[in-house]
């Protein structure tokens, strides 16, 4: 298994994978298909699991899918030990926030795309190695839809600093750091691991171990 020994590296990896999958889902499906929610969960600078929302959950309340990803990300402390989680999901982005005059960016998308662009983002969160405090990476990269069934996409923007408020509205991160905090549990026998893989099956996640 390949070793991703910083942030970037990893975020970079969950980003090509996504844009590969968004491009290849426009191909087959045509405008308006949407990334399923995906988890990646790393352990001393190594994949380990991932973990996809089924794409007939992705339709349930958002309340409902919540309670999903924070069980989830409670496990993959837990049971998988990760110690750093990267979260892949499409969304909105604008580059001149003053002109949104207090909209939600999917709200003023629909009033003025040329103001808010469609995104896939990538969320890192990681332990720090030295204090174990958390770090919260953002990197996003718009893209529009080309007749033909074509994505242009457009240059991708990072943020370490100020994470907070760019994703003020976005209750994702706060799961992702809350679940880096769980304890790791000393052992967990393969029956232990089959229930809880079974658990979050049940919940529309399909899991893979890597």
Same mark, same amino acid.
């Given at each position: 298994?390949?070793?991703?020994?910083?942030?970037?590296?990893?975020?970079?990896?969950?980003? !090509? *994978?996504?844009?590969?999958?968004?491009?290849?889902?426009?191909?087959?499906?045509?405008?308006?298909?949407?990334?399923?929610?995906?988890?990646?969960?790393?352990?001393?600078?190594?994949?380990?699991?991932?973990?996809?929302?089924?794409?007939?959950?992705?339709?349930?309340?958002? /309340?409902?899918?919540?309670?999903?990803?924070?069980?989830?990300?409670?496990?993959?402390?837990?049971?998988? /030990?990760?110690? /750093?989680?990267?979260?892949?999901?499409?969304?909105?982005?604008?580059?001149?926030?003053?002109?949104?005059?207090?909209?939600?960016?999917?709200? /003023?998308?629909?009033?003025?795309?040329?103001?808010?662009?469609?995104?896939? !983002?990538?969320?890192?969160?990681?332990?720090?190695?030295?204090?174990?405090?958390?770090?919260?990476?953002?990197?996003?990269?718009?893209?529009?839809?080309?007749?033909?069934?074509?994505?242009?996409? *457009?240059?991708?923007? *990072?943020?370490?600093?100020?994470?907070?408020?760019?994703?003020?509205?976005?209750?994702?991160?706060?799961?992702?750091?809350?679940?880096?905090?769980?304890?790791?549990?000393?052992?967990?026998?393969?029956?232990?691991?089959?229930? !809880?893989?079974?658990?979050?099956?049940?919940? *529309?996640?399909?899991?893979?171990?890597?």
């Amino acid at each position: 298994m390949d070793e991703y020994t910083d942030s970037m590296s990893k975020i970079a990896l969950c980003l !090509t *994978g996504a844009q590969l999958a968004k491009d290849l889902m426009v191909q087959e499906f045509g405008i308006g298909e949407e990334l399923a929610f995906n988890f990646f969960g790393w352990r001393d600078n190594r994949l380990v699991m991932v973990a996809q929302l089924k794409r007939e959950y992705m339709n349930l309340p958002v /309340a409902k899918r919540l309670e999903a990803c924070k069980m989830l990300c409670v496990a993959m402390t837990s049971h998988w /030990a990760v110690d /750093a989680v990267s979260f892949v999901a499409e969304g909105f982005e604008t580059l001149n926030k003053e002109k949104l005059d207090g909209r939600e960016l999917r709200q /003023a998308f629909i009033e003025d795309e040329n103001l808010v662009n469609e995104c896939v !983002t990538v969320t890192h969160c990681q332990k720090n190695e030295v204090n174990e405090d958390i770090e919260l990476y953002l990197v996003s990269t718009p893209y529009k839809y080309l007749l033909g069934r074509d994505i242009e996409w *457009g240059e991708s923007l *990072g943020y370490t600093r100020g994470t907070e408020t760019v994703l003020r509205n976005s209750p994702i991160p706060r799961l992702l750091i809350d679940g880096l905090r769980t304890a790791i549990l000393e052992s967990v026998t393969d029956e232990e691991f089959d229930e !809880t893989i079974a658990t979050l099956t049940a919940c *529309g996640f399909n899991i893979e171990e890597m």
